[in-house]
């Protein structure tokens, strides 16, 4: 069974933000699009009711679930949450987003215990400009890329969020970066979520340019149907996936995805504040399954393509 939402798209997605928490201050993080709150003193899901909730959702026909933050990695029990998550047979996918920087020495024991792949974000690869982005080391994350592809996560995803004028410039040394670590660069446009608008005006930079000089040198071109139609580009010595923002319509129109944020609401919508649905409350409460999959199933009715979601209310 696969719950399709009122404009017939299915739900096969979900992302979790297993925290807010991160050990980096990246200014151009939208958080999962979650509010920002003042204090770290949130209430988080113990591991217990991510695994429930999973498995809910994946009785409802998710098959692929990512693990989000903040930094998954900053959770200190992240090992039993991937176990209690990857234990699920019909899950086809268990993957994370991560900064990379506390990547290494938890590589091996994540794979093993049933993570297949990550995503880590990187920007650049110049140490000072890093080190201003983020308020780390570069070194930490350049570890943990090494890490990912030694212990065998298939696919690793570099995620290069492009910054007019601050990283634009270093695609070429990203390119070159992932064909030589056996990685997939994947380009990703500045979202306007969570950024004060003069930051977004600043720093915003198509990728149609980056998209037309891919065209160019790629073998072929292959559309990603369930995952927005985003395209990736395979070159003859890397692949290159290109992630436009969400507020479009190509986006919108095959989206299939559900979020669960830090706190334990359902989110429809990356864009949206204002329809979330409070499942951890209710199962705090002692709601049975059959309660939460009703949530579930009145959060994905929520679920609206680009023609309404521009309209949002942050």
């Given at each position: 069974?696969?719950?399709?939402?009122?404009?017939?798209?299915?739900?096969?997605?979900?992302?979790?933000?297993?925290?807010?928490?991160?050990?980096?201050?990246?200014?151009?993080?939208?958080?999962?699009?979650?509010?920002?709150?003042?204090?770290?003193?949130?209430?988080?899901?113990?591991?217990?009711?991510?695994?429930?909730?999973?498995?809910?959702?994946?009785?409802?026909?998710?098959?692929?679930?990512?693990?989000?933050?903040?930094?998954?990695?900053v959770r200190k029990d992240i090992l039993d949450i991937v176990k209690e998550v990857s234990s699920m047979q019909t899950l086809s996918d268990l993957s994370?987003?991560?900064?990379?920087?506390?990547?290494?020495?938890?590589?091996?024991?994540?794979?093993?215990?049933?993570?297949?792949?990550?995503?880590?974000?990187?920007?650049?690869?110049?140490?000072?400009?890093?080190?201003?982005?983020?308020?780390?080391?570069?070194?930490?994350?350049?570890?943990?890329?090494?890490?990912?592809?030694?212990?065998?996560?298939?696919?690793?995803?570099?995620?290069?969020?492009?910054?007019?004028?601050?990283?634009?410039?270093?695609?070429?040394?990203?390119?070159?970066?992932?064909?030589?670590?056996?990685?997939?660069?994947?380009?990703?446009?500045?979202?306007?979520?969570?950024?004060?608008?003069?930051?977004?005006?600043?720093?915003?930079?198509?990728?149609?340019?980056?998209?037309?000089?891919?065209?160019?040198?790629?073998?072929?071109?292959?559309?990603?149907?369930?995952?927005?139609?985003?395209?990736?580009?395979?070159?003859?010595?890397?692949?290159?996936?290109?992630?436009?923002?969400?507020?479009?319509?190509?986006?919108?129109?095959?989206?299939?995805?559900?979020?669960?944020?830090?706190?334990?609401?359902?989110?429809?919508?990356?864009?949206?504040?204002?329809?979330?649905?409070?499942?951890?409350?209710?199962?705090?409460?002692?709601?049975?399954?059959?309660?939460?999959?009703?949530?579930?199933?009145?959060?994905?009715?929520?679920?609206?393509?680009?023609?309404?979601?521009?309209?949002?209310?942050?």
């Amino acid at each position: 069974m696969t719950l399709r939402d009122s404009f017939g798209r299915p739900l096969l997605n979900l992302r979790v933000a297993i925290t807010s928490r991160c050990d980096l201050r990246c200014h151009f993080c939208h958080m999962e699009g979650e509010r920002r709150k003042e204090t770290d003193s949130l209430r988080e899901m113990t591991s217990d009711e991510i695994g429930r909730i999973s498995r809910i959702a994946a009785r409802l026909g998710v098959t692929r679930i990512k693990l989000t933050g903040g930094e998954p990695l900053v959770r200190k029990d992240i090992l039993d949450i991937v176990k209690e998550v990857s234990s699920m047979q019909t899950l086809s996918d268990l993957s994370m987003t991560t900064n990379g920087a506390l990547l290494a020495p938890l590589a091996q024991q994540l794979h093993e215990g049933g993570l297949k792949r990550v995503n880590i974000s990187l920007p650049t690869l110049d140490a000072d400009v890093y080190s201003k982005l983020t308020g780390g080391r570069i070194e930490d994350v350049l570890q943990g890329v090494k890490a990912a592809v030694a212990v065998g996560f298939s696919p690793v995803k570099l995620n290069m969020l492009i910054l007019r004028c601050v990283n634009d410039y270093d695609f070429p040394s990203m390119l070159q970066f992932a064909a030589d670590s056996g990685t997939i660069l994947q380009l990703i446009e500045l979202e306007p979520v969570n950024l004060d608008d003069g930051y977004y005006l600043a720093n915003h930079r198509s990728l149609d340019d980056y998209e037309n000089t891919l065209r160019q040198k790629a073998m072929n071109v292959e559309t990603r149907r369930f995952m927005q139609n985003r395209r990736i580009y395979h070159l003859p010595d890397v692949d290159v996936e290109v992630v436009h923002p969400v507020e479009n319509a190509e986006f919108c129109r095959n989206c299939t995805r559900l979020r669960v944020t830090s706190d334990g609401q359902l989110k429809p919508c990356l864009m949206k504040s204002d329809n979330l649905v409070d499942i951890l409350t209710p199962m705090r409460n002692g709601a049975d399954d059959k309660e939460i999959e009703r949530l579930f199933r009145s959060a994905n009715l929520r679920r609206q393509p680009f023609e309404e979601a521009r309209q949002c209310v942050f």
